[in-house]
Nanobody, 126 residues
Framework: QVQLVESGGGLVQPGGSLRLSCATS????????IGWFRQAPGKEREGVSC????????YYADSVKGRFTISRDNAKNTVYLQMDSLKPEDTAVYYC???????????????????WGQGTQVTVSS
């Protein structure tokens, strides 16, 4: 049974940092592209970042480029999203998901991901 469980969300002040974790089970995480999405109230789900299964290639949305870093530890079946210099507009529920793609795309679409975690809330506010 494929499972993804996000953790690490919380309340942080603008300019602060959080590290999200996506713990996986039921499959070999090293075989799949793993992505992070976020969804703010009243907005569509937005692709934030993804990482390839083999060569370490990554994608970042323009809105987070230079502030967020995605990484994976295949031995721990876990993917991380380090978020620095957080802004109020980063407030959202963050989800991790597995993709059936074989390559890092030029954009991220939720339609290309088929297994999802339950999400973790990130709130950036003073």
């Amino acid at each position: 049974q494929v499972q993804l469980v996000e953790s690490g969300g919380g309340l942080v002040q603008p300019g602060g940092s959080l590290r999200l974790s996506c713990a996986t089970s039921g499959f070999t995480v090293g075989d799949y592209i793993i992505g992070w999405f976020r969804q703010a109230p009243g907005k569509e789900r937005e692709g934030v970042s993804c990482i390839s299964s083999n060569d370490g290639s990554t994608y970042y949305a323009d809105s987070v480029k230079g502030r967020f870093t995605i990484s994976r530890d295949n031995a721990k079946n876990t993917v991380y999203l380090q978020m620095d210099s957080l802004k109020p507009e980063d407030t959202a529920v963050y989800y991790c998901a597995t993709s059936f793609l074989l390559y890092i795309p030029s954009t991220m679409s939720p339609d290309e991901y088929d297994s999802w975690g339950q999400g973790t809330q990130v709130t950036v506010s003073s």
